[in-house]
């Protein structure tokens, strides 16, 4: 039961079509509220977190399954879909920003994110091949750092950082 509530993020992965963009939708209230409660810091450790619940969670909710990823598992979106906000997190943190105002560091986040994901290039795609519930809340770490970058990215490039 408990498994399954950490599983499907509390029943959102049960939502259709796309369970997966509907946990990762899930996660950005979510985290928006683990960032104004503690901050950065407090995303960091609230991300380890959900990745180890995950990881347990999934492995519960798969053992004895032959789908080793089924689609109502989104806890491990949340913890991509927070690590790709990460940046937005820290730059607010940092320097007192309303994180909302970053807006459109949220919208590359979630965009980039569910790109990664689904498109599952280099890493993410071996990640996802493991075939175990390790592999299937670390594809979407991999997914969410690789957005994570590219929402730094955007960020210089939108603020000029890049341009000589």
């Not at 990460?86 to 920003?97: E, M, V």
């Amino acid at each position: 039961m408990i498994a399954q509530m950490i599983g499907t993020v509390c029943g959102v992965g049960h939502l259709r079509p796309a369970p997966g963009t509907w946990g990762s939708a899930a996660a950005l209230p979510l985290g928006w509220a683990v960032h104004v409660i503690g901050g950065f810091p407090m995303l960091v450790v609230a991300t380890a977190l959900v990745f180890a619940a995950g990881w347990w969670a999934t492995a519960r909710m798969t053992a004895g399954q032959e789908d080793h990823d089924p689609s109502e598992i989104v806890v491990d979106e949340v913890a991509g879909q927070w690590i790709a906000l990460a940046p937005l997190s820290y730059a607010a943190w940092d320097r007192g920003i309303d994180i909302l105002a970053m807006w459109p560091g949220w919208v590359a986040a979630f965009v980039l994110f569910r790109l990664f994901d689904i498109w599952k290039p280099l890493w993410v795609g071996t990640a996802d091949r493991r075939g175990d519930a390790l592999g299937v809340m670390l594809d979407d770490v991999i997914a969410g750092a690789m957005a994570s970058v590219g929402v730094l990215a955007l960020a210089a490039l939108a603020h000029g950082v890049l341009m000589g």
